[in-house]
């Protein structure tokens, strides 16, 4: 069974023609908008008819993986939303943009901040810390994700690619940290970039099992919802593209648990 592609809708051509860089996994494309009904993640009637018609979703799914993708902003919007996070965000410095792997000390390969709700905690690379607080920006996009899911957020991790060659590996968010049940909304800014989905089961170069990977591209000014449980089930990353120039911001919003007393 082969699984799905969402192909750049609009925006940053920089993606274009990466996907002979893949190495590891087929997916298959399901192309631009396949031209179903205007669908949204959002059940509830009551606060549909509040945001009124709402944008339109592509529904990707495979087993033990739900997500949604859209365009939430328009190009004229989106280009000024990544201006100001240009401007605005203040990147981790010093051992905070440093790893250590295997005893060696590396430059992460990207910038990244957190921002949230006043006296929250969380731990990153082994250290306890408070984000800073929200800023205009932040709340502008967050309230925006809120208009289309009715999800509420109190916290944002923020990436920045400064090109293709600025990357972030497998992973699977801290579950421990996050609020059972609760998505991540994955908000993209600047070149469009290859993102893949690879199955718990189907990693390393002896899987259990072999599971398909999904593939999307995220658009300038695209959501990816993450809905549960796909983080359980699910490895995401972004892969290196060098043929990428152009910057990108990426903004996961993550409702992440009260720090214990
Ligand atoms: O930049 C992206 O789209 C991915 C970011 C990511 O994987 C994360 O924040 O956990």
Known sequence: MERFLVKQAQGDQAGKGEQQEQTQEESVTLGKDPGGPRKR??????????????????HIRAEGLDCDYTVLFGRAEADEIFQELEKEIEYFTGTLARVLVFGKWHNVPRKQATY?????????????????????????????????TGQTFNFVLINRYKDGSDHIGEHRD???????????????FGACRDFFFRHKESRGK??????????????????????????????????????????RVNLTFRKILPTKK
């Open 174 to 188: 801290d579950e421990r940290e996050l609020a059972p049940g609760s998505p991540i909304a994955s908000v993209s």
């Open 41 to 58: 993640p959002r059940r509830d009637t009551a606060d549909r008819a509040i945001c009124g018609a709402g944008p339109r979703w592509q």
């Open 116 to 148: 949230g709700d006043a006296g929250l905690t969380y731990t990153f690379s082994g250290l306890v810390l408070s984000p800073k607080p929200w800023i205009p920006v932040l709340e502008r996009v967050r309230d925006r994700v809120f208009g289309v």
């Open 206 to 247: 002896n899987p259990r099992r072999k599971v398909e990977a999904v593939r999307v591209q995220l658009a300038h000014g695209s959501l990816l919802m993450m809905n549960p449980p796909t983080n359980t089930h699910w490895y995401h990353s972004l892969p290196v593209r060098k043929k990428v120039l152009a910057p």
